[in-house]
């Protein structure tokens, strides 16, 4: 004996088929939300590098366009040298400058309030990657890397 919530089966059955359709979409839409950058522990995952054998597009990808490109022959041999030059952050830290002396007025009291707060300052060294990437034949075969010229950036009284 079956019992019968609706006068209809087939209303029934679209109804059940909704739910479980409906089901699979919003477990797509979570499970899909789950992907990161980052493991359980969260910390940050390996940053993408160029390795040897990567195509160019791989290559592309990670860097961007190159500066520049350099068709080299030898012998019936021909070849392509991208060079490129970034601007990174080689290193940064915040250090501590101390505290300063701050008032205002508390709306709710209407009392002139001093607080202590600390002064923080950014120190950090900025400088440029030159790289010379070799192609032959649509693969990475080898590269050259160098550090450019270091900049030091000190910004004081940051809080």
């Known amino acids: 004996m079956r019992l019968k ?23 797509c839409i979570v499970l899909a939300g789950c992907e990161t950058t980052s493991n359980s522990a969260g910390a940050l995952q390996e940053p993408l590098t160029v390795v040897v054998g990567m195509t160019e597009a791989e290559v592309i990808a990670i860097l961007g366009e190159p500066m520049k490109v350099e068709e080299v022959y030898h012998d019936t041999a021909s070849a392509q040298i991208w060079h490129y030059e970034k601007d990174v952050v080689l290193s940064s830290t915040i250090e501590s400058d101390g505290e300063q002396e701050r008032s205002y007025y508390d709306q709710k009291t209407g009392v002139l309030v001093t607080v202590r707060e600390p002064i923080f300052r950014n120190e950090s060294i900025r400088g440029k990657i030159i790289a010379e990437l070799l192609f032959a034949e649509g ?16 910004n004081h009284g940051q809080r």
């Open 139 to 154: 693969k990475l075969v080898a590269m050259k890397e160098k550090e450019g010229a270091r900049e030091y950036d000190v």
């Open 5 to 27: 919530l609706f006068g209809n089966d087939s209303l029934l059955k679209a109804v059940a088929k909704l739910i479980f359709a409906s089901s699979l979409v919003a477990s």
